[in-house]
T-cell receptor, first 117, second 113 residues
Framework: DARVTQTPRHKVTEMGQEVTMRCQPILGHNTVFWYRQTMMQGLELLAYFRNRAPLDDSGMPKDRFSAEMPDATLATLKIQPSEPRDSAVYFC???????????????FGPGTRLTVL | GNSVTQMEGPVTLSEEAFLTINCTYTATGYPSLFWYVQYPGEGLQLLLKATKADDKGSNKGFEATYRKETTSFHLEKGSVQVSDSAVYFCALRMDTGRRALTFGSGTRLQVQP
């Protein structure tokens, strides 16, 4: 049963600390998305990768957030330094875009619940 | 820009009641439309989708019809169960350019026995 996995599931840290969240997309998928969910803003797109290249990170605060895909099986989202306003649930999703442009659904991971004190 | 508007929740129903959750959208062009469901402590799961006008998506007794003339994609179910209690998100996706989902704010459904 293929699924997106995320680690850690929960993270509590103090303001100023570095936080790294990891995502393993479904094998064979070539697109990865990072979303953030908060009560105030709902679900927001942070970054979008296709074939490991970042295509859109306009939703991400550039001064403290960074997203990478070191290889096809791992996507990372890093916050340095973290702030209390970063407290949220961070979701990773993966999907497949075919050469014809056909695109299937996005499959979501269970999320990382981040609390910054 | 693109946006999705959902009815405010929570929606509280008794088991076997009829459910409607309203969703309207604004988009330049013709998006694909989706309903996702989020159970407590879990990620989002695709519930149903429709990719063009007049398409009806259906799954697990839920249905939604893509109405271009009213830019709507309302979610319905004839008889809800306690296990349907969750948060429901309406979303759109443009099929060119950025393929990220634009979500509504979510509607919490509570079904009482």
């Amino acid at each position: 049963d293929a699924r997106v996995t995320q680690t850690p599931r929960h993270k509590v840290t103090e303001m100023g600390q570095e936080v790294t969240m990891r995502c393993q997309p479904i094998l064979g998928h070539n697109t990865v998305f990072w979303y953030r969910q908060t009560m105030m803003q709902g679900l927001e797109l942070l970054a979008y990768f296709r074939n490991r290249a970042p295509l859109d990170d306009s939703g991400m605060p550039k001064d403290r957030f960074s997203a990478e895909m070191p290889d096809a099986t791992l996507a990372t989202l890093k916050i340095q330094p973290s702030e209390p306003r970063d407290s949220a649930v961070y979701f990773c999703a993966s999907g497949l875009v075919l050469g014809s442009g056909t695109y299937n659904e996005q499959f979501f991971g269970p999320g990382t619940r981040l609390t910054v004190l | 820009g693109n946006s999705v508007t959902q009815m405010e929740g929570p929606v509280t129903l008794s088991e076997e009641a009829f459910l409607t959750i309203n969703c309207t959208y604004t988009a330049t062009g013709y998006p694909s439309l989706f309903w996702y469901v989020q159970y407590p402590g879990e990620g989002l799961q695709l519930l149903l989708k429709a990719t063009k006008a007049d398409d009806k998506g259906s799954n697990k007794g839920f249905e939604a019809t893509y109405r271009k003339e009213t830019t709507s994609f309302h979610l319905e179910k004839g008889s809800v169960q306690v296990s349907d209690s969750a948060v429901y998100f309406c979303a759109l996706r443009m099929d060119t350019g950025r393929r990220a989902l634009t979500f509504g704010s979510g509607t919490r459904l509570q079904v009482q026995p």
